[in-house]
């Protein structure tokens, strides 16, 4: 039987988060992407800036990181009922190509998925490939016609 889990990512493990990350901009086809060291040192900075906001579900066979999640929470304008309100957005959902189709990322998202409810989360997004929406809809994700998306570009 496999050792594996899922739990949130350590501090020691950002670097291999990092990988993955730049694993899924190959495998998507992204170029000129620069030099790997400089984007992972950069990527284990800017977690650590960003713990309060993103927080990173690892998937884990023995001590190798072969999947990850990242749960970035927004804090919403308050209402007379709801003071205090937040939504999530589901980002960066990657796992290694050989642990793939065995049911592991769909226990990922359904990770995040529960980690959102602890936190009291109105709902939580995500934007897709279209080969990972039938893994989110599997997860309950479903399309809105109220969810609209425009495209913002820098001058």
Known sequence: M??????????????AVATLRWEWLV?????????????????VTWAGENAGSHRCMVL????RVIGMAW???????????APRRAS???????VV????????????????????????LERVTVHSTTRAIPA???SGFQGSPRLLQA???RA
Do not use: K
């Not at 495998?27 to 990527?43: A, M, P, T």
């Not at 999530?88 to 990657?94: A, E, I, K, P």
């Not at 990322?105 to 998925?113: E, H, K, P, W, Y």
């Open 136 to 138: 989110y809809a599997r």
């Open 71 to 81: 749960l970035a929470v927004v804090q919403r304008v308050p209402t007379p009922r």
């Open 2 to 15: 496999e050792n594996i889990g899922i739990r949130p990512a350590r501090p020691a493990e950002l670097a």
């Open 60 to 63: 884990v066979r023995d001590d």
């Open 27 to 43: 495998e998507n086809g992204s170029e000129d992407l620069g030099e790997r060291e400089d984007f992972v040192r950069h990527f």
């Open 151 to 153: 495209q913002v570009t």
């Open 88 to 94: 999530g957005d589901l980002q960066c959902v990657y």
């Open 97 to 120: 190509p050989e642990a793939r189709d065995g049911g592991l990322g769909g226990r990922l998202i359904q990770a995040v998925l529960d980690g959102a409810r602890e936190l009291g």
